[in-house]
């Protein structure tokens, strides 16, 4: 296979994620024209991360490893498709077969294991790119349920949502709306920045 070939190929595998549906919102059933796919997502976490380099003083922040951790972060959904906090079986093998997903798909790549390590690195988040990275993914999905917020009506959830026990722990502080659900449950994934635009958007939400 010469290198034209490997290109196509690449990208054909990549396009796939342009009509792959965030789990997510199949669940709740938003009620839109049209869902998210998860090439969309994607986009989204490179621009929030781009909004925020752009407006906060992050010296040492290396960006652009930043930017392709995110161009890549959900390339193993090609394979595996997007797994929620609600698909309990699968979850426990998510990161395995992600794994194995991602080895695959950048097995035919000259860069495999520059690719291959970012995306380890990302899903170890020991390091201050990915730990700034993992933040862009869970605010950007937040933001979204926001603006989501008057697409969604509780009683066509999927009723796996709804008897989940941390779903129903949130109803019992008060919480009653997706976009809550969501900022509630990665709240205590943010520091710094993430914290602050978390505490924004919470403002907004009442």
Known sequence: ?????KIFNFYMLANKLKTTLRTGWLHWNVENTRIESVAEHVYGTIMLAVSIYANC?????DFEKVALMLALHETEEIIIGDITMFEYEEIKTKKEEGRKAVQQIFQDCINNDKFLSIIAEFEERNTQEAKFAYMCDKLEADIQAYIYRNNFNLKNANPICLSDERIVEMNKKGLNRVDQYFLESDSVKFSGIFEEIANFLRKLEK
């Open 57 to 61: 003083n992050l010296k040492d922040l």
């Open 1 to 5: 296979m010469n290198n034209v070939e």
